[in-house]
């Protein structure tokens, strides 16, 4: 419902559609091309996935990514695609008192996407999470080429975003604490 009593956490276009997270559900705005689009239909299209917060959701080339408190999520239309199944006990550590600081980013040239996290009580997000989906995003059943990664940032975000985590000649990124390969 779109009255659910949850915040509105993040709001991104996308295909014509306008995707709106709250807290813990996902709901979508089409242009009718007759009314003000105060007056456009909403759509719940997840009960349970939402964003963390403003900066919890990206995307580029017809998809959209989430990052909420139940995982990470894939929308290529009106479903959503859990992505964060092979590291979910380590998704379950993210720290919900800071979680409206994540940050995701796609790079969709070095098919990368950064999503930067608080997992302890710090008042800095230091930790990424770092997925690769240059062999593809995998499906609900099978996770197929997708690979996960960690780096810890150090500096914050801040002097990150200026060259997206320094990556290598290869687009890869360097010094990961460890690596999930799926």
Known sequence: KKDNGQPIAAVRENRGF????????MHILEDDGVNAPSLWGTREIS????????????GTEGIIVVA???????????SGMRLSYEIQPT??????VYGSRTHVIVDPKAQLAYIFVPLTLVNQIVNCFVLDYSSGWGTDEDPGGRNWGWDIAGGGIAEIYGSILGLNDENRLEGWAFGVST
């Open 18 to 25: 306008l995707y709106v997270a709250k807290t813990h559900s």
């Open 68 to 78: 909420g408190v139940s995982g990470f999520y894939l929308f290529r239309g009106p």
């Open 47 to 58: 009960s349970s996935i939402g964003a963390f917060g403003p900066n919890a959701i990206d």
């Open 91 to 96: 998704w379950d550590t993210i720290c919900g």
